[in-house]
């Protein structure tokens, strides 16, 4: 299996620019999650689907970031104007189960992205 | 409110000693607690997982030690490598789903 898979691995952008980040999770498994990371505050859950489905979107800063997950192997955040305190690195993550023994979360490379 | 803390926030080490890293947490309803590593430039890999009657995992040169009374958690790394050097994340579940981060412990091993 591939991992998780992420694209573009870096992204700069100028300010006011809409950026899209790319998440291909491993297959079967049923939840994704977006984190952000940056230095100042570690990892911070954005929003987490369960078979497609938004579950808790109450990370996510502000409307002008947005999710989707058009079906099981793909998911999308968008970020519609871009600026320059959205730099950070955005992973991608995917499990198999939510709770119990089995609920690791395996994690894309990220995407590290640059708002000028 | 659910918080992890870790300490302490940077380690430098020489190469082959050992060191021992540090995870304080206040979560309700406690489900389990994860270390992760990450290297620069990649996503966190989880190195052991305690549920609430474990007190200690291994897995090779690490191990996580947990004291569910005093909400304490501790990274042992043995005999430290160069490969070592990474951020080392503690992550405690609350509940059934909401996971609580630590913002991590930067180690350098230095040959």
């Known amino acids: 299996d591939a991992g998780v898979i992420q694209s573009p691995r870096h992204e700069v952008t100028e300010m006011g620019q809409e950026v899209t980040l790319r998440c291909k999770p491993i297959s079967g498994h049923d939840y994704l999650f977006w984190y952000r990371q940056t230095m100042m505050r570690g990892l911070e859950l954005l929003i987490y689907f369960n078979n497609n489905v938004p579950i808790d979107d109450s990370g996510m800063p502000e409307d002008r970031f947005s999710a989707k997950m058009p079906n099981a192997s793909f998911s999308t955040l968008k970020i519609q104007p871009s600026e320059p305190r959205d730099s950070a690195v955005y992973f991608c993550?995917?499990?198999?189960?939510?709770?119990?023994?089995?609920?690791?979360?395996?994690f894309g490379p990220g995407t590290r992205l640059t708002v000028l | 409110k659910n918080q992890v803390e870790q300490s302490p926030q940077s380690l430098i080490i020489l190469e082959g000693k050992n060191c021992t890293l540090q995870c304080n947490y206040t979560v309700s309803p406690f489900s389990n607690l994860r270390w992760y590593k990450q290297d620069t430039g990649r996503g966190p890999v989880s190195l052991t997982i305690m549920t609430f009657s474990e007190n200690t995992k291994s897995n090779g040169r690490y191990t996580a030690t947990l004291d569910a009374d005093t909400k304490q958690s501790s990274l042992h790394i043995t005999a430290s490598q160069l490969s070592d050097s990474a951020s080392y994340i503690c992550v405690v579940r609350a509940g059934f789903q909401k996971l609580v981060f630590g913002t991590g412990t930067r180690l350098l091993v230095s040959p």
């Open positions: 993550a995917s499990s198999i189960a939510a709770g119990g023994p089995n609920n690791e979360q395996f």
